[in-house]
């Protein structure tokens, strides 16, 4: 069982998983609420919501879809704004907020 694997399945114990299906900006409330699933066959984009509506907050981002999915940080990963991270199948992101930009920690899974 692979991390990402491990961090869904405390997730889903703790809360419900709001599962996204198509491109989307996610809005303050989903990433105070609950983990968020992107399960799409096909390539999706999820944008994060202003850094400053979410301050203190975290949340677990997966890819539980066989299409990559594009985590968009509109004040940055830390960095220049606009900033992208690219998730491949079962691959997983921590974002946070300190109310300025997001941050991120992001899983790879090892070369077979």
């Avoid at 979410?54 to 981002?61: E, F, M, V």
């Avoid at 830390?78 to 690219?86: E, H, K, P, V, Y």
Wanted: with cysteine.
């Amino acid at each position: 069982m692979s991390v990402a694997n491990i961090q869904d399945k405390l997730a889903q114990a703790r809360t419900a998983v709001i599962t996204k299906t198509v491109a989307a900006t996610l809005t303050a409330d989903e990433i105070k609420q609950a983990p968020i699933k992107a399960n799409k066959a096909t390539a999706i984009a999820l944008t994060l919501p202003a850094a400053n509506t979410c301050a203190g907050y975290s949340q677990i981002i997966y890819d539980a879809g066989a299409g990559a999915l594009t985590v968009v940080a509109p004040n940055a990963f830390g960095g220049a704004t606009n900033d992208t991270l690219t998730l491949a199948q079962g691959e997983f992101v921590i974002v946070w907020s300190d109310g300025s930009e997001w941050y991120e920690v992001h899983n790879e899974p090892a070369a077979t």
